[in-house]
């Protein structure tokens, strides 16, 4: 097409398009969310317009077909407005995966079997409430030194969320913000831990130990996350395991302070049970932005500072020879953080983790599903003024 009526028309084809498309999807989606019902989306080749604008892009879980034509506009629109073809490339189901648009790319036959997944994770159980003690679990009280658990929480062959997530009864991984976004330092899933059935953010360790990577679009896949565990209904379960937060200049002009401030504020106010899990490392602002929760666990090893031994210590003394002096006074150990009413349940490790990765990741499992039964008993009107006191208390207790 060429000339100025019918780019014109054809812009205005597109509008009327989309207009209609959206007013369909939101008319077939809304009652499926309002309900708490799993909006499962299977983009087909092509999809675009009102469609993509629309119903195709508000799933809880969304994949596509491989290969797909998948955008806003069709190329041939575009090449008809413009006088030149799009991009290749940039519309397809593959660019969209990595740019964490959607979760993942299955072909038609894959379909059946990931969708039998999800809703096996998604569909309800019966809570007994009868969860025993799990093994491995101790007292509060036990003694520590705080420096050895930094020790062990920076052993490169400790149990990660990853592998946490595979001794799962199932876990189906997510992926991205869903608006364009995608970074490693996080992952989100859906999983199930003992039949208790959750929306899972974990904090992943870098190859690099010393590397920080928990970045404002972490965060940000963070909060789709407890999106989705409000919108079905679902307890949530936070996994910290970092070193501390992105520092540079694409972090800071990405947001990466507010970031931190909208995932404690939604933390705090989320109406779904929630369960925060120390599992290692826990460091300044990119720990605290998964820590509120109904109840919390901690590995033995793991810890919670605003700053690590060495940092604090550099600040105190200009140098880092005295961390682990330092570790001892900032009471950064799982028992000081019991006696400041923080943790609830903590697990063993039998000196450490990375010795015995697959019980103590079993161990784990068994004492978040247990977590979970008892945040589920906590009565809905109370839930959010418990969670309050719990962190105002904190704070003065830690003052």
Same mark, same amino acid.
């Given at each position: 097409?060429?000339?100025?009526?019918?780019?014109?028309?054809?812009?205005?084809?597109?509008?009327?398009?989309?207009?209609?498309?959206?007013?369909?999807?939101?008319?077939?989606?809304?009652?499926?969310? =309002?309900?708490?019902?799993?909006?499962?989306?299977?983009?087909?080749?092509?999809?675009?317009?009102?469609?993509? =604008?629309?119903?195709?892009?508000?799933?809880?879980?969304?994949?596509?077909?491989?290969? /797909?034509?998948?955008?806003?506009?069709?190329?041939?629109?575009?090449?008809?407005?413009?006088?030149?073809?799009?991009?290749?490339?940039?519309?397809?189901?593959?660019?969209?995966?990595? #740019?964490?648009?959607?979760?993942?790319?299955?072909?038609?036959?894959?379909?059946?079997?990931?969708?039998?997944?999800?809703?096996?994770?998604?569909?309800?159980?019966?809570?007994?409430? =009868?969860?025993?003690?799990?093994?491995?679990?101790?007292?509060?009280?036990?003694?520590?030194?705080?420096?050895?658990?930094?020790?062990?929480?920076?052993?490169?062959?400790?149990?990660?969320?990853?592998?946490?997530?595979?001794?799962?009864?199932?876990?189906?991984?997510?992926?991205?913000? +869903?608006?364009?976004?995608?970074?490693?330092?996080?992952?989100?899933?859906?999983?199930?831990?003992? +039949?208790?059935?959750?929306?899972?953010?974990?904090?992943?360790?870098?190859?690099?130990?010393?590397?920080?990577?928990?970045?404002?679009?972490?965060?940000?896949? /963070?909060?789709?996350?407890?999106?989705?565990?409000?919108?079905?209904?679902?307890?949530?379960?936070?996994?910290?395991?970092?070193?501390?937060?992105?520092?540079?200049?694409?972090?800071?002009?990405?947001?990466?302070? +507010?970031?931190?401030?909208?995932?404690?504020?939604?933390?705090?106010?989320?109406?779904?049970?929630?369960?925060?899990?120390?599992?290692?490392?826990?460091?300044? +602002?990119?720990?605290?932005?998964?820590?509120?929760?109904?109840?919390?666990?901690? /590995?033995?090893?793991?810890?919670?500072?605003?700053?690590?031994?060495?940092?604090?210590?550099?600040?105190?003394?200009?140098?880092?020879?005295?961390?682990?002096?330092?570790?001892?006074?900032?009471?950064?150990?799982?028992?000081?953080?019991?006696?400041?009413?923080?943790?609830?349940?903590?697990?063993?490790?039998?000196?450490?983790?990375?010795?015995?990765?697959?019980?103590?990741?079993?161990?784990?499992?068994? /004492?978040?599903?247990?977590?979970?039964?008892?945040?589920?008993?906590?009565?809905?009107?109370?839930?959010?003024?418990?969670?309050? #006191?719990?962190?105002?208390?904190?704070?003065?207790?830690?003052?």
């Amino acid at each position: 097409m060429s000339g100025g009526a019918e780019p014109a028309q054809a812009n205005q084809q597109v509008t009327h398009r989309v207009a209609a498309g959206l007013a369909t999807g939101l008319e077939c989606q809304d009652p499926l969310k =309002a309900a708490g019902l799993p909006y499962l989306v299977y983009l087909r080749h092509p999809t675009t317009g009102g469609v993509m =604008a629309s119903w195709g892009s508000l799933g809880h879980i969304t994949v596509a077909e491989p290969g /797909a034509l998948l955008g806003f506009l069709g190329p041939r629109v575009y090449q008809a407005l413009y006088g030149q073809d799009f991009p290749e490339g940039v519309q397809v189901s593959e660019n969209l995966f990595r #740019k964490g648009l959607i979760d993942a790319v299955v072909p038609p036959q894959d379909l059946p079997q990931l969708v039998d997944r999800a809703l096996q994770i998604l569909q309800p159980v019966r809570d007994s409430g =009868a969860f025993p003690a799990p093994v491995g679990s101790i007292s509060c009280s036990a003694d520590e030194d705080a420096w050895r658990s930094v020790q062990a929480s920076r052993n490169p062959r400790r149990p990660d969320t990853r592998m946490l997530l595979a001794s799962a009864d199932d876990a189906l991984p997510l992926n991205g913000t +869903g608006q364009g976004e995608k970074d490693p330092g996080l992952m989100l899933a859906l999983a199930r831990f003992t +039949g208790q059935r959750c929306v899972v953010l974990g904090q992943q360790r870098t190859r690099h130990p010393d590397t920080a990577s928990l970045g404002p679009a972490s965060l940000r896949e /963070a909060r789709r996350g407890m999106q989705l565990a409000q919108e079905l209904g679902l307890p949530l379960v936070t996994i910290i395991d970092t070193t501390g937060a992105e520092l540079s200049v694409q972090a800071e002009e990405g947001g990466l302070a +507010g970031e931190i401030a909208r995932s404690l504020s939604e933390l705090i106010g989320l109406r779904s049970p929630s369960v925060s899990v120390l599992l290692g490392q826990g460091t300044g +602002g990119a720990a605290l932005a998964l820590l509120p929760a109904d109840r919390t666990i901690a /590995a033995r090893n793991s810890w919670l500072s605003p700053l690590p031994p060495e940092g604090a210590n550099a600040i105190m003394h200009r140098s880092t020879s005295h961390a682990p002096d330092m570790a001892r006074q900032q009471k950064i150990g799982v028992a000081s953080l019991c006696a400041f009413g923080l943790v609830d349940h903590v697990v063993d490790e039998f000196d450490d983790a990375a010795t015995r990765p697959r019980e103590f990741c079993q161990e784990l499992g068994t /004492a978040i599903a247990a977590e979970i039964s008892l945040a589920l008993a906590i009565p809905e009107a109370d839930r959010l003024e418990r969670r309050q #006191k719990k962190f105002q208390n904190l704070g003065q207790a830690s003052s």
